[in-house]
Protein backbone atom coordinates (compact mmCIF):
# COMPACT_ATOMS: atom_id res chain seq x y z
CA UNK A 1 0.00 0.00 0.00
CA UNK A 2 1.50 3.34 -1.13
CA UNK A 3 0.09 4.91 2.91
CA UNK A 4 -1.56 8.06 3.23
CA UNK A 5 -0.96 10.11 0.37
CA UNK A 6 -1.46 14.26 0.23
CA UNK A 7 -1.56 16.98 -1.76
CA UNK A 8 -0.03 19.36 -2.34
CA UNK A 9 3.15 18.82 -0.63
CA UNK A 10 3.61 22.97 -0.60
CA UNK A 11 1.51 25.70 -1.07
CA UNK A 12 2.27 29.85 -1.08
CA UNK A 13 -1.04 31.49 -1.51
CA UNK A 14 -1.89 34.88 -0.89
CA UNK A 15 -4.26 36.06 2.03
CA UNK A 16 -7.99 35.71 0.91
CA UNK A 17 -7.59 33.25 -1.25
CA UNK A 18 -9.11 29.96 -1.12
CA UNK A 19 -6.97 26.46 -0.49
CA UNK A 20 -7.79 23.01 -0.64
CA UNK A 21 -5.69 20.46 1.07
CA UNK A 22 -6.51 17.11 -0.30
CA UNK A 23 -5.79 13.57 1.35
CA UNK A 24 -6.36 10.21 -0.11
CA UNK A 25 -6.23 7.44 3.45
CA UNK A 26 -5.03 4.02 3.29
CA UNK A 27 -7.44 1.67 1.63
CA UNK A 28 -9.52 -0.16 4.22
CA UNK A 29 -9.13 2.18 6.90
CA UNK A 30 -12.47 3.50 8.30
CA UNK A 31 -11.26 6.58 10.15
CA UNK A 32 -9.73 10.49 8.38
CA UNK A 33 -8.26 12.70 10.54
CA UNK A 34 -7.12 16.19 9.71
CA UNK A 35 -4.30 17.69 12.35
CA UNK A 36 -2.91 21.01 11.72
CA UNK A 37 0.98 21.09 13.64
CA UNK A 38 2.72 24.87 14.63
CA UNK A 39 5.69 25.01 16.49
CA UNK A 40 3.71 26.93 19.14
CA UNK A 41 0.86 24.53 19.27
CA UNK A 42 2.38 20.97 18.16
CA UNK A 43 -0.29 18.84 16.61
CA UNK A 44 -3.64 19.59 16.65
CA UNK A 45 -6.87 17.75 15.38
CA UNK A 46 -9.27 19.85 13.55
CA UNK A 47 -11.81 17.23 12.55
CA UNK A 48 -12.18 13.44 12.00
CA UNK A 49 -14.53 10.98 10.07
CA UNK A 50 -15.25 7.59 10.81
CA UNK A 51 -16.84 5.88 7.41
CA UNK A 52 -16.95 9.33 5.52
CA UNK A 53 -19.58 10.41 7.92
CA UNK A 54 -17.84 13.55 10.21
CA UNK A 55 -17.70 13.32 13.81
CA UNK A 56 -16.08 15.80 15.27
CA UNK A 57 -15.48 19.03 13.85
CA UNK A 58 -14.82 21.03 17.41
CA UNK A 59 -11.45 21.62 16.60
CA UNK A 60 -12.25 23.74 13.51
CA UNK A 61 -10.46 26.95 14.24
CA UNK A 62 -13.33 28.87 12.44
CA UNK A 63 -16.30 29.00 10.12
CA UNK A 64 -13.45 29.88 7.00
CA UNK A 65 -12.42 25.95 7.55
CA UNK A 66 -14.54 23.35 6.07
CA UNK A 67 -13.77 19.66 5.47
CA UNK A 68 -15.26 16.59 3.32
CA UNK A 69 -15.15 13.16 2.70
CA UNK A 70 -17.36 12.06 -0.53
CA UNK A 71 -16.15 8.73 -0.67
CA UNK A 72 -13.97 6.22 1.17
CA UNK A 73 -10.62 6.83 -0.84
CA UNK A 74 -10.95 10.92 -0.72
CA UNK A 75 -10.94 13.86 1.52
CA UNK A 76 -10.48 17.99 1.10
CA UNK A 77 -10.40 20.32 3.81
CA UNK A 78 -11.01 24.01 2.62
CA UNK A 79 -10.05 27.53 3.98
CA UNK A 80 -11.85 30.30 2.58
CA UNK A 81 -10.57 32.71 2.83
CA UNK A 82 -6.79 32.05 3.70
CA UNK A 83 -5.24 33.92 6.24
CA UNK A 84 -1.26 34.64 7.14
CA UNK A 85 -2.02 32.50 10.73
CA UNK A 86 -2.83 29.58 8.74
CA UNK A 87 0.43 28.96 8.04
CA UNK A 88 0.82 25.31 8.87
CA UNK A 89 1.59 22.23 8.37
CA UNK A 90 -1.55 20.21 7.59
CA UNK A 91 -1.22 16.00 8.34
CA UNK A 92 -3.98 13.69 7.24
CA UNK A 93 -3.94 10.66 9.18
CA UNK A 94 -5.97 7.54 8.76
CA UNK A 95 -6.68 4.14 11.09
CA UNK A 96 -8.57 1.23 11.10
CA UNK A 97 -10.81 1.53 14.07
CA UNK A 98 -10.66 4.87 15.92
CA UNK A 99 -8.07 3.91 18.73
CA UNK A 100 -5.13 2.18 16.80
CA UNK A 101 -2.34 3.45 15.31
CA UNK A 102 -2.56 6.36 12.93
CA UNK A 103 -0.84 6.42 9.86
CA UNK A 104 0.20 9.80 8.56
CA UNK A 105 0.61 11.43 4.88
CA UNK A 106 3.37 13.67 4.43
CA UNK A 107 1.92 16.80 5.31
CA UNK A 108 0.89 19.56 3.03
CA UNK A 109 3.22 22.79 4.05
CA UNK A 110 0.89 25.71 3.86
CA UNK A 111 2.18 29.59 3.79
CA UNK A 112 -0.21 32.06 3.65
CA UNK A 113 1.67 35.84 2.41
CA UNK B 1 -10.21 18.60 27.64
CA UNK B 2 -7.79 16.04 27.12
CA UNK B 3 -4.09 17.22 27.43
CA UNK B 4 -1.04 15.70 27.65
CA UNK B 5 2.00 16.94 28.63
CA UNK B 6 5.97 16.61 27.62
CA UNK B 7 9.19 18.14 28.40
CA UNK B 8 9.88 20.65 25.29
CA UNK B 9 13.57 19.77 25.46
CA UNK B 10 15.98 20.08 24.02
CA UNK B 11 17.25 17.02 25.75
CA UNK B 12 21.01 16.28 24.97
CA UNK B 13 22.23 12.84 25.61
CA UNK B 14 25.88 11.60 24.63
CA UNK B 15 26.09 8.66 22.00
CA UNK B 16 25.55 5.23 23.68
CA UNK B 17 23.61 6.97 26.78
CA UNK B 18 20.14 6.09 27.65
CA UNK B 19 17.87 8.90 26.36
CA UNK B 20 14.71 9.34 29.09
CA UNK B 21 11.84 10.82 27.52
CA UNK B 22 8.23 11.61 29.92
CA UNK B 23 4.97 12.25 29.34
CA UNK B 24 1.97 12.76 31.29
CA UNK B 25 -1.44 13.19 30.17
CA UNK B 26 -4.91 14.13 31.98
CA UNK B 27 -7.92 11.71 30.99
CA UNK B 28 -7.89 8.96 33.46
CA UNK B 29 -10.09 7.05 30.87
CA UNK B 30 -7.31 7.23 28.27
CA UNK B 31 -6.67 3.37 27.16
CA UNK B 32 -4.25 3.33 24.47
CA UNK B 33 -0.59 4.89 24.50
CA UNK B 34 1.79 5.86 21.88
CA UNK B 35 4.92 7.54 20.89
CA UNK B 36 5.61 8.75 17.62
CA UNK B 37 9.32 9.93 16.06
CA UNK B 38 9.18 13.21 13.91
CA UNK B 39 12.15 14.81 11.98
CA UNK B 40 12.80 17.70 11.26
CA UNK B 41 10.01 17.97 8.05
CA UNK B 42 9.14 14.64 7.77
CA UNK B 43 5.43 13.18 9.19
CA UNK B 44 5.57 11.16 12.51
CA UNK B 45 6.31 7.44 12.45
CA UNK B 46 4.69 5.35 14.68
CA UNK B 47 7.79 4.04 17.31
CA UNK B 48 6.04 1.73 20.08
CA UNK B 49 2.57 1.29 21.24
CA UNK B 50 1.57 0.13 24.83
CA UNK B 51 -1.77 -0.73 26.54
CA UNK B 52 -0.88 -1.92 30.06
CA UNK B 53 0.64 -0.77 33.02
CA UNK B 54 4.59 -1.70 32.84
CA UNK B 55 7.02 -1.84 30.31
CA UNK B 56 7.26 -3.23 27.02
CA UNK B 57 10.21 -3.70 24.99
CA UNK B 58 11.06 -3.10 21.56
CA UNK B 59 14.64 -3.38 20.59
CA UNK B 60 16.56 -0.19 21.91
CA UNK B 61 13.25 1.05 22.83
CA UNK B 62 11.37 0.37 26.02
CA UNK B 63 8.01 2.40 27.06
CA UNK B 64 6.35 2.43 30.57
CA UNK B 65 3.06 2.89 31.27
CA UNK B 66 1.56 3.93 35.03
CA UNK B 67 -2.09 4.57 35.08
CA UNK B 68 -2.35 5.20 38.23
CA UNK B 69 0.02 8.44 37.84
CA UNK B 70 -0.87 8.97 34.65
CA UNK B 71 2.26 9.12 32.94
CA UNK B 72 4.18 7.39 30.34
CA UNK B 73 7.71 7.28 29.26
CA UNK B 74 9.64 6.16 26.45
CA UNK B 75 13.83 4.68 26.95
CA UNK B 76 16.04 4.83 24.27
CA UNK B 77 18.92 2.40 25.30
CA UNK B 78 22.46 2.72 23.58
CA UNK B 79 21.33 6.44 21.45
CA UNK B 80 22.77 7.33 18.45
CA UNK B 81 23.10 10.10 16.61
CA UNK B 82 20.18 8.99 14.23
CA UNK B 83 17.97 8.93 17.27
CA UNK B 84 18.26 12.93 16.92
CA UNK B 85 14.52 14.00 16.88
CA UNK B 86 11.42 15.26 17.87
CA UNK B 87 8.98 12.60 20.00
CA UNK B 88 5.75 12.96 20.32
CA UNK B 89 3.65 11.54 23.22
CA UNK B 90 -0.12 10.43 22.06
CA UNK B 91 -2.98 9.42 23.94
CA UNK B 92 -6.16 7.38 22.77
CA UNK B 93 -9.42 7.52 23.88
CA UNK B 94 -10.98 7.98 20.81
CA UNK B 95 -8.60 10.20 18.35
CA UNK B 96 -5.39 10.55 19.11
CA UNK B 97 -4.63 13.55 21.44
CA UNK B 98 -0.90 14.60 21.31
CA UNK B 99 2.08 16.27 23.00
CA UNK B 100 3.91 18.82 21.65
CA UNK B 101 6.87 16.74 21.72
CA UNK B 102 10.29 16.71 23.47
CA UNK B 103 13.25 17.36 20.75
CA UNK B 104 16.57 14.50 21.02
CA UNK B 105 19.69 15.26 20.26
CA UNK B 106 22.42 12.64 20.74
CA UNK B 107 25.72 14.15 20.20
CA UNK B 108 28.31 12.30 18.32
Known amino acids: DAGVIQSPRHEVTEMGQEVTLRCKPI?????LFWYRQTMMRGLELLIY????????DSGMPEDRFSAKMPNASFSTLKIQPSEPRDSAVYFC???????????FGQGTRLTVV | QKEVEQNSGPLSVPEGAIASLNCTYS??????FFWYRQYSGKSPELIMF????GDKEDGRFTAQLNKASQYVSLLIRDSQPSDSATYLC????????FGKGTRLSVIA
Open chain 1, 27 to 31: SGHDY
Open chain 2, 90 to 97: AVSEGPLV
Open chain 2, 27 to 32: DRGSQS
Open chain 1, 49 to 56: FNNNVPID
Open chain 2, 50 to 53: IYSN
Open chain 1, 93 to 103: ASTQGGTTEAF
